[in-house]
């Protein structure tokens, strides 16, 4: 199995920037699609950014302008600029990827792989 690790988390100032960096156990030509989710307490998961093979990208409304999906040339680590922070961002932050190309709108079941999450706090 492939294996995925968040990390960059912790706390941040509103108006501030933190970088998210998800690192793969294997590359996986296989893996089009690299993803990062939120998830608020009492909040579904909330698909926010996503970025294909070729380096197309998809972002949610709610962090459009501001976040940044980027990957590395194996696909073995992909990244999430996170830009003018407000504090509706405080959520855990997973990473995943997918044998398929990223379709918007296609949800948590797109991915086939999943990390365990990184806690993201954005202070006033």
């Known amino acids: 199995a492939v294996h995925l690790t968040e990390s960059g988390g912790g706390s941040g100032q509103a108006g501030g920037s933190l970088r998210l960096s998800c690192t793969a156990s294997?590359?996986?030509?296989?893996?089009?699609?690299m993803a990062w989710f939120r998830q608020a307490p009492g909040k579904e998961r909330e698909e926010i950014a996503s970025?294909?093979?070729?380096?197309?990208?998809i972002y949610a409304d709610s962090v459009k302008g501001r976040f940044t999906i980027s990957k590395g040339n194996n696909r073995d680590i992909f990244y999430l600029q996170m830009n003018a922070l407000k504090s509706e961002d405080t959520a855990m932050y997973y990473c995943?990827?997918?044998?398929?190309?990223?379709?918007?709108?296609?949800?948590?079941?797109?991915?086939?792989?999943w990390g365990q999450g990184t806690q993201v706090t954005v202070s006033s």
């Open positions: 970025i294909d093979a070729d380096g197309k990208t």
């Open positions: 995943a990827v997918s044998h398929k190309y990223c379709q918007e709108g296609a949800g948590q079941e797109l991915y086939n792989y």
């Open positions: 294997e590359t996986r030509a296989r893996n089009f699609c």
